[in-house]
Structure formats: C-alpha cells, structure tokens
C-alpha cells in the first residue's frame, strides 16, 4: 500500500521556522522524484520546491528562494522541508508528491500538513 505521510505542520510566529516530513511507503522511493506543494484557502495548489530522485538537483519556487530548504534521504525514505523566516503568507495546507523519476505518469500525493504562520 502506497503511502506518503506528511508531519511537522503547525502554527508558528512571523520570522519562525519549522521542518515539514514527508515519511514514503509502499514504493521505491529512491526512483521518484519528490516535490513539496501548497495550497491556501480560496487558491490553487502551488508548486513549492522539488528535488530530483537522487537529491542532486533541487528547484524553488521565487516566493520562496533563500528561506525553504528541500532535502531527502534515501535510506529513510523521507523527504523534507526546512522553513525558515516564515510569512503569513506561507499559510496553506503542504502536500508532498512524488512523480516516477523515468513515468511520469506515475505519482502519488500525501494528504496535507497545516502550516499557519500568525502572531
């Protein structure tokens, strides 16, 4: 059974940080390329940053170049997502996705993570 479990959300002040997890199951993990994405009330689902199957190769979205960090390990079969000088702004349910490295046809979703960023 496929399984991708998102943790680590909550609420945190303006400038804080927090460390999302995205634990995977029921696949190998090291053949997909990960991505974290967002999605605030009354918005479409954002790309926010992904980083290829091997960890070589990561991308961020503008909004959030310079204070998101995305990191795997493979040998855990989890990804991550370091956020720090956190944004009001950066409110939104955060959803891990998964994309087969070589089928990209082939892709799983988590089930979100609430992050609300408020004083």
């Known amino acids: 059974q496929v399984q991708l479990v998102e943790s680590g959300g909550g609420l945190v002040q303006p400038g804080g940080s927090l460390r999302l997890s995205c634990a995977a199951s029921g696949f190998t993990f090291s053949l997909y390329a990960m991505a974290w994405y967002r999605q605030a009330p009354g918005k479409e689902r954002e790309l926010v940053a992904s980083i290829t199957s091997t960890g070589g190769r990561t991308n961020y979205a503008d909004s959030v170049k310079g204070r998101f960090t995305i990191s795997r390990d493979n040998a855990k079969n989890t990804m991550y997502l370091q956020m720090n000088s956190l944004k009001p702004e950066d409110t939104a349910v955060y959803y891990c996705?998964?994309?087969?490295?070589?089928?990209?046809?082939?892709?799983?979703w988590g089930q979100g993570t609430q992050v609300t960023v408020s004083s």
């Open positions: 996705n998964a994309v087969h490295r070589i089928v990209a046809s082939v892709g799983y």
